[in-house]
Nanobody
Framework: QVQLVESGGGTVQAGGSLRLSCVVS????????MGWFRQAPGKERERVAS????????WYADSVKGRFTISRDNAKNTVYLQMNSLKPEDTAVYSC????????????WGQGTQVTVST
């Protein structure tokens, strides 16, 4: 059974930082790229960052470049998203997903963790 369990969300003031984690089971983690996505109320889900199997390639949405960093630890079946200089528009449910490549197709997704950035 495939499981993706996100954690690390919360409420933070604008300018603050959070580190999200996603622990994966049920698939050979190192055989997949991974991605972080977010969905704000009334908006479509969007990819914010993704990483290749062995961390040699990363991709970021323009809206988070320079502020977010994706990383992974294949020994721990975990992918991380370090989020700095958070803005109110970063408020969303963040979820992780398996990918065919760092810029390929993604799914399935975990349940997500809520990130709220206050002014």
């Amino acid at each position: 059974q495939v499981q993706l369990v996100e954690s690390g969300g919360g409420t933070v003031q604008a300018g603050g930082s959070l580190r999200l984690s996603c622990v994966v089971s049920g698939r050979p983690f190192s055989e997949y790229a991974m991605g972080w996505f977010r969905q704000a109320p009334g908006k479509e889900r969007e990819r914010v960052a993704s990483i290749s199997r062995f961390s040699d390639r990363t991709w970021y949405a323009d809206s988070v470049k320079g502020r977010f960093t994706i990383s992974r630890d294949n020994a721990k079946n975990t992918v991380y998203l370090q989020m700095n200089s958070l803005k109110p528009e970063d408020t969303a449910v963040y979820s992780c997903a398996f990918g065919t490549s760092s810029i390929g197709t993604f799914g399935p997704w975990g349940q997500g963790t809520q990130v709220t950035v206050s002014t």
